[in-house]
């Protein structure tokens, strides 16, 4: 399979990309956190500070053909104890919407978790109408745990959330 993307560190220009994706309603709406205004400023302490943080994995998606930058990869709530963490994808660049990038990305993401940081368990919270996330989710391999009823005050309601893990034996299984 030729791969069509990789993932990178955050430069400090990218904030001039990202804060289009975190002003975009179509893209905030099917992420878990709440609404918020982001100036350019901000995002590039946001994205400056990530740069110098050594806590959470954050990567940059970008293609392979051109270096265009589509999208992030996270993971968060590192817990190197019970080798486990929290993974997370924005692809803000919506032309590839639907296209595999997503998945592609992850199981990027997923290799570098179980293979190079020796996680055993992956976790994820999906809002339950984010049909095509699940979708991609339940490809990799994701097992759905539970439901967080009314978990997240999204658009004037409470919205629920699917909890779903992968577990490296899983994993390892399937790729």
């Given at each position: 399979?030729n791969?069509r ?23 905030t ?23 110098n ?15 265009l930058?589509?999208?992030?990869v ?23 919407w ?23 368990r992956?976790?994820a ?25 009314e ?23 399937n790729?």
């Amino acid at each position: 399979m030729n791969k069509r993307v990789y993932l990178r560190s955050l430069e400090p220009d990218d904030y001039k990309v990202s804060v289009n994706w975190r002003n975009d309603d179509t893209i905030t709406s099917l992420l878990g956190g709440s609404k918020y205004f982001v100036s350019s400023e901000i995002e590039k302490q946001w994205v400056q500070n990530t740069i110098n943080q050594n806590k959470d994995i954050k990567l940059a998606i970008c293609t392979v053909d051109n270096n265009l930058y589509i999208g992030n990869v996270y993971l968060t709530d590192i817990d190197y104890i019970n080798r486990k963490a929290k993974s997370h994808i924005l692809i803000g660049n919506q032309q590839f919407w639907n296209g595999g990038y997503g998945t592609e990305a992850m199981r990027l993401l997923l290799d570098y978790a179980f293979n190079h940081k020796n996680l055993r368990r992956i976790e994820a919270l999906i809002l339950d109408d984010n049909i095509g996330s699940q979708k991609m989710h339940e490809k990799l391999g994701y097992k759905k745990e539970g439901l967080l009823r009314e978990s997240v005050y999204k658009n004037g309601e409470y919205k629920n959330q699917i909890y779903y893990s992968l577990l490296k034996s899983e994993y390892c299984s399937n790729y």
